[in-house]
């Protein structure tokens, strides 16, 4: 099967600006997670989709959102941005049953704030 | 609240050597347990993880790790360390949010370096 993709792998915007990354899962995964990575935080939980519907947020601001489509395929949007958003934003997908809770991650995108 | 510990920024081992990357957790319950590594500009992949059953759990690329209740930790093991092994390892548990199989709770991660 077919990783995690993410895209883009690298992306640079100006503060203000907004930004939509996107994610497809594994094949056959129905759950997907993002994640936030910087040098200070550390891996951080942005939040999960399951069918289609967000089942648990972190401890980020509103201007950080998601959806998932019918195909399982996500998006993360950060409005107005600033330069703390700059990270790598990790998504992550998992199947159920036996293999529940071992999370499959993409790449990442890179993400600039200037 | 569910949170990871990793001790230590780095660890440096020579090649052969058995290596061991240190991980306590606290949560609320039982605990279900998890390594990551992550190598340059890639994203983590999971190595292991322990929901229940034996302590000593085997993963990918011969490492395994240890649960142990009464000392709340994890810790990961290689009897044999190898160059390409260098990597961050993260050890992480599973939040607070029934039924999900998300959210997991990260250490700061660990920084392991084999010489040769």
């Known amino acids: 099967k077919a990783g995690v993709t993410q895209t883009p792998r690298y992306l640079i915007k100006t503060r203000g600006q907004q930004v939509t990354l996107s994610c497809s899962p594994i094949s056959g995964h129905r759950s997907v997670s993002w994640y936030q990575q910087t040098p200070g935080q550390g891996l951080q939980f942005l939040f999960e989709?399951?069918?289609?519907?967000?089942?648990n947020k972190g401890n980020f601001p509103g201007r950080f959102s998601g959806r998932q489509f019918s195909n399982s395929r996500s998006e993360m949007n950060v409005s107005t941005l600033e330069l703390g958003d700059s990270a790598l934003y990790l998504c992550a997908s998992s199947d159920t049953g036996a293999f529940a809770y071992e999370q499959y991650f993409g790449p990442g995108t890179r993400l600039t704030v200037t | 609240a569910q949170s990871v510990a990793q001790p230590e920024d780095q660890v440096n081992v020579a090649e052969g050597n058995p290596l061991t990357v240190k991980c306590t957790y606290s949560?609320?319950?039982?605990?279900?347990l998890f390594w990551y590594v992550q190598y340059p500009n890639r994203g983590l992949q999971f190595l292991l993880k322990y929901i229940t059953g034996d302590n000593l759990v085997k993963g990918s690329y011969g490492f395994e790790a240890e649960f142990n209740k009464s000392q709340t930790s994890f810790h990961l093991k290689k009897p044999s360390a190898l160059v390409s092994d260098s990597a961050l390892y993260f050890c992480?548990?599973?939040?607070?949010?029934?039924?999900?199989?998300?959210?997991?709770?990260f250490g700061k991660g660990t920084k392991l370096s084999v010489k040769p």
């Open positions: 949560v609320s319950g039982n605990p279900y």
């Open positions: 989709y399951f069918s289609e519907t967000q089942r």
């Open positions: 992480a548990v599973r939040g607070l949010y029934g039924g999900s199989q998300g959210n997991l709770i």
